[in-house]
C-alpha cells in the first residue's frame, strides 16, 4: 500500500512536469517566417583559439545583410584564428585584438566587454550606433536572416534580451545523451511566461551561444562590466538587465541558428566541468535537485526492475519510464531536436548529468579553460 501511495505520488509529479513541457512547447516564442531588414544590429563574436572549428561561423556570417555590421575580436589567440579570420572575411568583418586580461575579470566577459565598446566607438565615430548587440560563439552558424528574425521577436513582444536557442546538433553518443538536456530542463521546470513577467532576476535563463539585447538595455545593466567575473556571464548578464527593469526572453532559434557545441565526450566532459557548478546556488542546492532529478527518473523507472510486482504496482516502473520519455519527446520537437530513439535513453542520460555536476563540483578552482582560469573565488 504504502509503495502505491509513493508511486502515485511519483507518477502525478511526472504528470505535472510532462503537462508543463508541453505547456512550454506551445508557449515559446517563435520567430515570424520573414522579417524586414534592419540596420540597427551588430553582430559581435569574441574568438580565442577557435580557428579548428569557426570556419563554418564565418561563412555564415558572409552571407548576412551588408547592413548588418560584424565585429570579430581575437583574444590572444596562438593557432592562427586572426589569419583565418582575415582570410575568410577580409573586408566583411571589423577584426580587433584583445587587450590583456585584466584582475578580476573571466575571459568570455572581458571579450564580450570589449566587443561592446568596439561598437560604440564605430558607431560614435560613423553616426550609425547599433541598437540591437547579437554576441554568437564561434560553433555558432546563423541563418542569413537570423537576426532580423530574432529582432522581430523582440521588438513585437517588447523583449529586452532574448536567446534564440540554436539548433543542437550532435555526434557522439555522448553528446546525443547529455546536449538534449539543455532545453528539456527549461522546457520541463522554468514557467517561461512567468520569468518574461516576473522582475525577480533569481527567474532567469539565456544562452551565450545566441544571445541578443537592445544596446539601450545593456548599457543600463551595466554590460559586461556588470558580470566580470561570473562563469555563467550569460545568465548573469539576463539578471542584470532584469535588475535594471528590463524583459528577458527564451525563443526557438532552430530555424535561425544551428551549434555543435563540443565534438567529443572528452570535450562535452571538460566543457560541463568548467561552468556546471555554477548552475546551482550550493553543493547543498546541487544535492537536492539532483535527488529529485534521479528520483524521478533514474529509480522510479528502474522499479520495474527491482520486482517482481504484480497488480497496478507493476506499472509503476513503465509508466514512470514513459513519462521521463514523453517529456524528451515534447522537448525536441519543440526545439528541432532529434527525437527518437534518442529519447529513450532519457535516464541514462540523467546519470551521466548528475555525474557530470559531481565532477564539477570537485574540480571547482581546479580547472582551466583554454589557458585561463574559469573561477574567481
Known amino acids: ?9 511519483v507518477l502525478a509529479v511526472l504528470l505535472a512536469l510532462l503537462a508543463h513541457t508541453a505547456i512550454n512547447a506551445r508557449l515559446l516564442r517563435k520567430p ?3 522579417a524586414e531588414a534592419t540596420d540597427s544590429a551588430a553582430v559581435l563574436l569574441p574568438l580565442r583559439d577557435e580557428a579548428d572549428r569557426v570556419g563554418p ?4 556570417l558572409l552571407r548576412l545583410p551588408p547592413a548588418t555590421r560584424v565585429i570579430v575580436l581575437d583574444d590572444g589567440s596562438t593557432d592562427g584564428t586572426a589569419e583565418l579570420v582575415e582570410r575568410t572575411a577580409g573586408d566583411r568583418v571589423e577584426l580587433r585584438s584583445g587587450r590583456d586580461l585584466p584582475p578580476g575579470w573571466l575571459g568570455k566577459p572581458h571579450a564580450c566587454h570589449q566587443l561592446a565598446e568596439a561598437e560604440a566607438g564605430s558607431g560614435a565615430r560613423t553616426g550609425t550606433g547599433a541598437q ?22 523582440m521588438r513585437a513582444h517588447d523583449i529586452d534580451l532574448l536567446t534564440p536557442y540554436p539548433r543542437i546538433e550532435t555526434g557522439s553518443i555522448g553528446e546525443r545523451l547529455v546536449q538534449p538536456l539543455l532545453q528539456w530542463s527549461w522546457l520541463t521546470f522554468l514557467p517561461l511566461r512567468a520569468m518574461e513577467r516576473s522582475p525577480r532576476p533569481s527567474l532567469a535563463a539565456a544562452g551565450g551561444q545566441f544571445l ?8 543600463r545593466a551595466g554590460g559586461h562590466a556588470a558580470v566580470r567575473d561570473r562563469v555563467l556571464e550569460d545568465i548573469e548578464l539576463a539578471r542584470a538587465v532584469k535588475r535594471a527593469g528590463g524583459r528577458i526572453a527564451l525563443a526557438d532559434g532552430s530555424e535561425l541558428a544551428r551549434c555543435r557545441m563540443y565534438t567529443s565526450w572528452r570535450e562535452l566532459s571538460e566543457g560541463y566541468s568548467k561552468s556546471l557548478w ?40 513503465p509508466a514512470a519510464y514513459g513519462l521521463g520519455v514523453a517529456g524528451r519527446v515534447v522537448s525536441a520537437r519543440a526545439t528541432g531536436g532529434r527525437a527518437l530513439p534518442d529519447a529513450l535513453a532519457h535516464p541514462v ?13 570537485a574540480r571547482r578552482g581546479r580547472t582551466t579553460w583554454k589557458g585561463r582560469p574559469t573561477w574567481r573565488p
Open 212 to 219: 541578443v539585447v537592445r544596446r539601450a538595455a545593456y548599457d
Open 278 to 317: 555554477a548552475s546551482f546556488g550550493s553543493p547543498a542546492g546541487a544535492a537536492a535537485v539532483l535527488a529529485l532529478l534521479l528520483a524521478l527518473y533514474v529509480v522510479a523507472p528502474a522499479a520495474a526492475l527491482l520486482g517482481p510486482w504484480s497488480g497496478p504496482a507493476a506499472l509503476l516502473g
Open 349 to 361: 542520460s540523467v546519470l551521466l548529468f548528475a555525474w557530470l555536476v559531481v565532477r564539477s563540483f
Open 57 to 60: 561561423c564565418l561563412q555564415s
Open 132 to 153: 540591437f548587440l547579437v554576441f554568437i560563439d564561434a560553433d555558432v552558424v546563423l541563418a542569413p536572416d537570423a537576426v532580423e528574425r530574432a529582432i522581430a521577436v
Open 32 to 34: 515570424p517566417g520573414t
Open 1 to 9: 500500500m504504502a509503495l502505491l501511495t509513493a508511486g502515485a505520488v
